[in-house]
């Protein structure tokens, strides 16, 4: 069975929170405190955030599902960034994550492919995508749907300050 992709709704808050605390442990688990990882990952992913994020009319999120099983997802919204440049309609792309068992079946270029066609409707937006500096298998992703470094910030998860790239396309 292939996956699927799908639109979220608030219905798939509890999903959208368990697939996105499975997703970020497997990733970047070991670069963190586990405390500091816990309270980084009950304050941002949560139950109460994905709800928030799924009300919000300025965010969009896109399921991978195998069956039923949420296995990866994409979640963008109003861009948060900090960028002298950054204007209001401006979007961010807030997380891409599939789960490991998944990967480098080309998911990952489809969820950004429903996510471009949903961004550049009615007209093209700007794109912001934050990106650790040390992760250039994702900096070359972004790469091929012309995201360019236009910047950097610190991504903090407890006493943890990760430098980021932040990439924009225009």
Not at 50 to 71: F, K, N
Not at 85 to 114: F, Q, S, V, W
Request: with cysteine; glycine share 8%.
């Amino acid at each position: 069975m292939s996956l699927q992709i799908r639109r979220a709704t608030l219905a798939d808050a509890e999903a959208l929170s368990a697939i996105a605390i499975a997703t970020y442990t497997e990733t970047w688990g070991d670069s963190y405190p586990p405390q500091e990882l816990d309270v980084f990952l009950h304050e941002h992913y949560g139950l109460a955030p994905q709800r928030e994020e799924l009300c919000d009319p300025r965010s969009a999120i896109w399921l991978l599902l195998d069956g039923e099983q949420v296995v990866g997802y994409l979640a963008a919204g109003a861009n948060t960034l900090p960028h002298a440049e950054a204007r209001d309609g401006d979007i961010e792309l807030k997380r891409l994550y599939i789960l490991a068992a998944h990967h480098n079946r080309g998911h990952g270029a489809r969820l950004m492919d429903a996510f471009i066609a949903w961004l550049d409707q009615p007209h093209r937006r700007t794109l912001w995508v934050g990106v650790w500096e040390e992760n250039l298998a994702a900096q070359r992703f972004y790469a091929r749907y012309g995201c360019e470094k236009a910047g950097e910030y610190d991504f903090i998860v407890g006493s943890t300050h990760d430098r980021e790239h932040i990439l924009r396309r225009r």
